[in-house]
């Protein structure tokens, strides 16, 4: 299982592995398809049976930009403006310019759906969660500010959020080669929720549960991308909003084998290779650790291994094919439960 891999990652592995011309995604159709193509090999050759892809509605969200640092990379990376929103006040609300989902280009979906060879399947979502969106678009301070002093243009704001990412989930799951919405909302830090687990409540786990409730009646499972501490919403995203597996792992948070000695007889226990040691380890070790977890958490079941959180560009390419045929090295001899 992987959430992400960053097309630093993907183009020498397209290249010089798979032998094929990269092509980068464009505005032109020609681009788009070649890049999807190549989208659908990568994930093909390297032993998936899916394919992950989302894009994002675009929203007026203050950013820092700045050029990525990963070797070979020529794309920039934005940081969110911490201290001032877009969204500030009921006034800058009535002017906010919200994306119409009746205007997205679904191409990259539909083209994907309708190529995918024999066995595969799409796994998709809408880019970026409610809470993420929110903390963007009014500024994590902001938004801090009004969860105190208005809590309902707090709720307004998530709400327009919700009924967006509703409408666009609503798509996906039109779509007949969709085998499982996997969202990404970080709502947690090393030690905690980046807010109280009350206003979590409130504001955004009902909307996750209304997009398993979408899931579940087309008998697809409801994926769960959150990175940081997460435990105190935990019985609340299983019992509540009724996750089927849950993904972000971090060792010095909760280890996959911990969080699945916990958790793991409920829900699905996904991916867990801690990013310290893809980013850092020698190749060596990474296959090393990807054994353990395959040891540890694959004999219990209902275990997908793949990064603790997704391979960004930073990850040397011949770590990520460690992990990668370490996994398949070890599937032809492990016992299916």
Not at 75 to 95: M, N, P, Y
Request: aromatic share 12%; proline share 5%; net charge negative.
């Amino acid at each position: 299982m992987e959430y992400i891999v960053d097309d630093v990652v993907m183009k020498p592995i397209v290249t010089d592995l798979l032998g094929r011309r990269w092509v980068d995604y464009g505005t032109e159709r020609a681009s788009q398809q070649a890049y999807l193509d190549n989208f659908i090999e990568f994930w093909y050759r390297l032993g998936y049976d899916f394919v992950r892809f989302e894009q994002s509605l675009e929203f007026v969200e203050r950013k820092l930009v700045i050029p990525d640092a990963a070797p070979g990379s020529t794309k920039d990376r934005g940081w969110a403006d911490e201290h001032r929103g877009a969204i500030t006040s009921w006034e800058e609300l009535e002017k906010f310019d919200w994306p119409l989902v009746e205007e997205f280009d679904f191409f990259p979906f539909e083209y994907l759906n309708s190529h995918l060879p024999d066995g595969m399947g799409l796994i998709s979502s809408h880019g970026g969660g409610i809470f993420e969106h929110i903390t963007w678009i009014m500024s994590l301070e902001g938004f801090c500010s009004c969860l105190i002093s208005d809590p309902l243009l707090v709720k307004t704001v998530a709400d327009k959020l919700g009924e967006l990412m509703r409408k666009f989930n609503r798509h996906l799951l039109d779509l007949d080669r969709l085998i499982a919405l996997f969202p990404g909302d970080d709502m947690g830090y090393n030690v905690g929720t980046m807010i109280a687990p009350h206003h979590l409540r409130e504001f955004f786990l009902p909307w996750h549960r209304l997009f398993a409730a979408m899931a579940h009646e087309k008998d697809r499972p409801y994926f769960l991308h959150s990175c940081g501490n997460v435990e105190k919403i935990m019985e609340d995203l299983i019992e509540d909003v009724k996750i089927d597996g849950k993904h972000s792992f971090e060792n010095n948070i909760v280890p996959a084998q911990d969080f699945q000695a916990k958790y793991g007889e409920r829900i699905a226990v996904l991916g867990g290779l801690d990013l310290n040691i893809l980013c850092a380890s020698p190749p060596d070790e990474v296959r090393g650790q990807t054994r353990k977890l395959v040891e540890t958490c694959g004999s219990h079941g209902r275990y997908a291994v793949g990064s603790g959180n997704s391979i960004p560009s930073y990850i040397p390419p011949g770590n990520y094919l460690a992990m990668v045929y370490e996994a398949i090295d070890l599937s032809k001899s492990f016992p299916l439960n």
